[in-house]
């Protein structure tokens, strides 16, 4: 047994010593927040690769605006399917991590959700996954920003923002240099068909 399942073991008998103290109005709101957070509509990109994920399917999240909505927005009906840098908060993380994922778990199908400049700080990984036939498809949300942190600054900062409009590469002829597969779809719903087979086949770049 591993320190990690020792630690997991003495909290649930934590839980189960002082479950006695918990407060009953905070879990009766909790479970309010929960099911209003379900009966909203789904997001664009996260519902379509939730549809797309079949049962045992990982998603690895880089550090993008669209991948914070994963934490509440996004159900993870299986343990160890969702990858996220939550303390490190490490931009870049996400595809090395699914390249990661799936030469651990070959059998499970592996997406990668990353933003254009997430995705940049790890795009030549393209060349290992290229080379070693790892099956990740990757979506690239391709907004030419580093969203989140232009975001964090406009909070911070009445408004202002430095430094955050990018200039990006054509991605699709980025991964094809590499000898990926890549395309171009402004709504991933379109290829809901082909989302079974991409899971299957090696190295996929997908840029919304």
């Known amino acids: 047994m591993c320190s990690s399942d020792l630690a997991l073991e003495a909290v649930v008998r934590e839980?189960?010593?002082?479950?006695?103290?918990?407060?009953?109005?905070?879990?009766?709101?909790?479970?309010?927040?929960?099911?209003?957070?379900?009966?909203?509509?789904?997001?664009?990109?996260?519902?379509?690769?939730?549809?797309?994920?079949?049962?045992?399917?990982?998603?690895?999240?880089?550090?993008?605006?669209?991948?914070?909505?994963?934490?509440?927005?996004?159900?993870?009906?299986?343990?160890?399917?969702?990858?996220?840098?939550?303390?490190?908060?490490?931009?870049?993380?996400?595809?090395?991590?699914?390249?990661?994922?799936?030469?651990?778990?070959?059998?499970?199908?592996?997406?990668?959700?990353?933003?254009?400049?997430?995705?940049?700080?790890?795009?030549?990984?393209l060349a290992t996954a290229v080379e070693h036939q790892i099956g990740v498809v990757t979506v690239v949300v391709h907004d030419r920003a580093l969203t989140a942190i232009r975001g964090a600054q406009q909070q911070a900062f009445q408004g202002r923002v430095i430094d955050t409009a990018m200039h990006t590469p054509d991605f699709v002829a980025l991964a094809k240099s590499f000898g990926a597969t890549a395309v171009t779809c402004p709504d991933l719903a379109d290829r809901s068909e082909e989302h079974t087979s991409e899971l299957q086949s090696p190295c996929n770049l997908v840029c919304r």
């Open 15 to 125: 839980l189960v010593r002082i479950g006695h103290l918990a407060d009953p109005g905070w879990k009766s709101r909790a479970i309010q927040m929960h099911e209003s957070w379900r009966a909203l509509p789904e997001l664009p990109v996260l519902g379509e690769i939730r549809r797309a994920l079949p049962p045992g399917g990982v998603i690895s999240v880089d550090v993008t605006s669209t991948g914070y909505n994963c934490f509440d927005r996004f159900p993870v009906p299986d343990d160890r399917s969702l990858i996220y840098p939550c303390h490190s908060v490490t931009l870049g993380f996400g595809f090395p991590a699914a390249l990661g994922a799936k030469l651990a778990c070959p059998d499970r199908p592996v997406v990668c959700l990353a933003g254009d400049g997430g995705f940049l700080m790890g795009a030549m990984e």
